[in-house]
């Protein structure tokens, strides 16, 4: 009997640990990748503040390429809108939020399902081309999240990766 007490209240103890580990683990993550492409700022920010041109660039697009779209009558900017239905991705959206200067940062409400957050495309001017920069912000509620967010970086960055390689092989 008193083998049992000491097992259980060692489980208490460990999950007591657990619990306040994952209280202190971070609320918000941010990851970003950047790359380099050889074309003006404004062909680049044409594409990236178009929703009806996300699926020439956008990495859900590739893994079912039998995704239903829909697009909001807006067509470019901020307000316009994609909405996509899928056995394989799930349903999901992307918005174009209020972006920065014109040719240089587009921000985008992502719903991936699963996963919600805030992705931003930076675009900077360099001698020949651009350097984009793409980042995915979101918030872990709960304390199950918090313990995937640790996982968040091998989460999205194939995504991030894929989503600029392509952006990159359609504008050159």
Known sequence: MRSLIELLIALAISALFFVCLGFALPSKGMIERHIEIERPAIHVYDMVNSTRRFSAWQPWTYKDPDAGIEFSELQDGEGSKAYWTSTVLGNGSQEIMAGGELEKLVRLKMDLGKRKGISTIKIEP??????????????????????KGLYL????????????ASLKATLE
């Open 126 to 147: 360099m001698d020949v081309g651009v350097k984009v920069f793409m980042t995915f912000e979101t918030e872990f509620n709960g304390l199950l999240e918090r313990y």
């Open 153 to 164: 970086d091998s989460e999205q960055s194939d995504k991030l990766n894929l989503g600029l």
